[in-house]
């Protein structure tokens, strides 16, 4: 654990405000939902809730199955980063934070097909030349929670539309397991 060097008070009804620094630089926005932990020494520890990342190893074999089938890299994400990846270049985008450009298409609530012609959509915010093709947000009561993304190597071909009804459907049984 590192210490922050912040001190806060509990309120009277148990409530303790995180300092605007540490939300800014962990990327906690308001209503976001936090896990709370407690280690053998006595410390609470705050850990942001992934609601997809609760599904483990069948986020991953849904992009496995998605990958091949449409032959393309499949990622799985949630609103900060890649929670599961299959196809090639998966190492590179795995466990890395997603771009503002992917956070603003999940955020949207809609899938993005990209046409050629269209200013490309980076994946992830370090990782240069990975461009998501097709952005199918992953929905929990009606709260957009991550997406799934299917990356195209040249942005001179656009997805087809088999691969945009395969992303559909993977993102709405993803939705549903978690509802269950």
């Given at each position: 654990?590192?210490?922050?060097?912040?001190?806060?008070?509990?309120?009277?009804?148990?409530?303790?405000?995180?300092?605007?620094?540490?939300?800014?630089?962990?990327?906690?926005?308001?209503?976001?939902?936090?896990?709370?932990?407690?280690?053998?020494?006595?410390?609470?520890?705050?850990?942001?809730?992934?609601?997809?990342?609760?599904?483990?190893?069948?986020?991953?074999?849904?992009?496995?199955?998605?990958?091949?089938?449409?032959?393309?890299?499949?990622?799985?994400?949630?609103?900060?980063?890649?929670i599961a990846a299959a196809g090639s270049g998966r190492k590179e985008i795995l466990h890395k934070r997603i771009s503002a450009?992917?956070?603003?298409?999940?955020?949207?609530?809609?899938?993005?097909?990209?046409?050629?012609?269209?200013?490309?959509?980076?994946?992830?915010?370090?990782?240069?030349?990975?461009?998501?093709?097709?952005?199918?947000?992953?929905?929990?009561?009606?709260?957009?929670?991550?997406?799934?993304?299917?990356?195209?190597?040249d942005m001179g071909n656009a997805p087809g539309e088999a691969d945009v009804k395969v992303l559909a459907a993977a993102s709405?049984?993803?939705?549903?397991?978690?509802?269950?």
């Open positions: 654990m590192k210490a922050t060097g912040k001190v806060r008070r509990i309120d009277d009804l148990g409530r303790i405000v995180i300092p605007k620094e540490i939300r800014k630089t962990m990327h906690i926005r308001e209503g976001a939902q936090l896990e709370i932990f407690t280690d053998s020494e006595g410390g609470v520890i705050f850990k942001k809730y992934s609601p997809i990342g609760e599904l483990d190893d069948s986020v991953s074999d849904y992009a496995e199955t998605v990958a091949k089938i449409t032959g393309n890299t499949v990622a799985v994400v949630d609103k900060d980063s890649v450009e992917t956070e603003e298409l999940i955020e949207q609530r809609k899938q993005y097909v990209y046409k050629i012609g269209d200013e490309r959509k980076s994946l992830c915010k370090d990782v240069e030349k990975i461009y998501a093709a097709i952005v199918n947000p992953i929905l929990l009561e009606g709260d957009a929670v991550g997406a799934i993304v299917m990356l195209i190597p709405q049984i993803l939705s549903k397991q978690m509802e269950t």
